[in-house]
């Protein structure tokens, strides 16, 4: 069976991502959730605007 988790490695600037941190410390997030919120927010507005992205 599939993990419905995926690991995915992500580079950044180590000063941005302390600002993150702290940003997402502040809301009660680790930067994990941080990260997925953002993302879900992202791909709400995208088919928001372009209509659901179809995944095989």
């Known amino acids: 069976m599939e993990d419905k988790l995926l690991r995915y490695t992500?580079?950044?600037?180590?000063?941005?991502?302390?600002?993150?941190?702290?940003?997402a410390e502040?809301?009660?997030?680790s930067a994990?959730?941080?990260i997925e919120q953002y993302l879900k927010k992202r791909v709400a507005l995208y088919e928001e605007k372009n209509g659901e992205i179809p995944l095989d």
């Open 10 to 23: 992500l580079r950044v600037d180590r000063v941005l991502f302390k600002k993150f941190r702290y940003i």
């Open 26 to 29: 502040a809301e009660g997030r």
């Open 32 to 34: 994990n959730r941080e």
